[in-house]
């Protein structure tokens, strides 16, 4: 029994060698054979070189050139590069916990209606900024009911972060979608659950994940998040999860409201909306938060999150759907 597990990277020196070390001190049955292939996006940072060493410590390690520098192609590349029974894929700044591996393949065994499995997310911080961020993210008020990352019991879900593919997946709705820059995960997920495949979180597994952290880095990727959303929606003709649409209708709403309230008298409806915003705000910041300033950047990061979102969304919609363009240049270069 074979897996392949993928590692898109580019420019990750400082993380690239406790994430293979992860892999390979796995916990497996002897009759499973690990291969582990990272697909580089050229870097120049070191990481090539630190692979190659490492490579001479794994003897199954593999590099494979990425010149497109884009995820869904390292996904796709790291997939062809040789067939597997189960293909796992992994962040280079995610370090899987010892009993990953075999646990998910045990779920996708165990039931075969289940094609992906993906396991909880232990947020390790690289600065203050980042903590905050990730304390907002873990919330329900900050990422919507049902998002993987405040799930704490397994069970179906619509996506996961880390997932573990079967083959067969990839063989009944092909490999990722290329021209997705942002979303090719979500993309590939609704097409698992659209073509009678489940997702399953399962709870007993985990990853490590070395969380970036500044406001504006987050803004930018929220952004993007939103934009590609629309092109994914409009791929599929459907909106692939109802809780995608509270931010562009929020930011739409605030954008609207002084205009509204120029030839309506409903201000007031305005003022109720954005009390009921500010308590689940204070509330959701005040349960996370030790210290006043752990407040303070909590509150911050929810408005950030929905409405760097919402704004992405609502260009998206104007260029896919109302303009009919394709995605700009600006919007395929990644934000990270």
Avoid at 1 to 26: F, G, L, Q, T
Avoid at 111 to 130: A, E, M, Q
Avoid at 192 to 221: D, H, N, P
Wanted: with cysteine.
């Amino acid at each position: 029994m074979k897996i392949s597990v993928i590692i898109p990277c580019r420019n990750e020196a400082k993380y690239i060698e406790e994430c293979i070390d992860a892999i390979y001190a796995n916990r497996l049955e002897e009759n499973i054979e690990v291969n582990t292939i990272i697909v580089d996006g050229l870097s120049d940072d070191g990481t090539r070189e630190i692979i190659q060493k490492l490579q001479l410590k794994y003897t199954n390690l593999h590099l494979v050139d990425n010149e497109k520098q884009l995820t869904p192609f390292a996904f796709n590349l790291g997939i062809k590069y040789q067939k597997a029974d189960f293909y796992q894929i992994v962040g280079a700044r995610q370090i899987l916990s010892l009993n990953y591996l075999q646990k998910a393949i045990d779920c996708l065994l165990k039931d075969s209606t289940v094609w992906c499995v993906g396991g909880s997310v232990d947020n390790v911080y690289v600065n203050y900024t980042s903590e905050m961020i990730a304390k907002a993210m873990s919330t329900s008020f900050g990422m919507g009911l049902g998002n993987f990352r405040t799930l704490t019991k397994s069970g179906f879900t619509d996506t996961v972060g880390t997932p573990m593919y079967s083959a067969q997946v990839f063989e009944e709705i092909d490999f990722f979608d290329e021209d997705l820059v942002r979303n090719q995960d979500d993309d590939f997920n609704y097409r698992v659950t659209k073509a009678g495949g489940k997702i399953w979180f399962e709870s007993e597994i985990e990853l490590k994940y070395y969380v970036r952290g500044s406001f504006t880095g987050l803004f930018r990727q929220f952004f993007q998040y939103g934009y590609w959303k629309v092109f994914v929606n409009k791929k599929h003709k459907a909106v692939t999860t109802l809780r995608q649409l509270v931010p562009p209708f929020f930011t739409l709403f605030s954008i609207l409201l002084p205009f509204i309230i120029s030839v309506c008298p409903i201000g007031f409806l305005g003022n109720i909306c954005f009390s009921f915003y500010g308590l689940f705000a204070f509330y959701f910041s005040m349960k996370k938060a030790k210290t006043f300033t752990d407040f303070v950047y909590v509150f911050i990061t929810f408005p950030i999150l929905h409405y760097s979102y919402g704004m992405g969304y609502l260009l998206g919609m104007i260029h896919f759907l109302i303009l009919n363009k394709k995605p700009t240049e600006k919007h395929t270069r990644l934000s990270r």
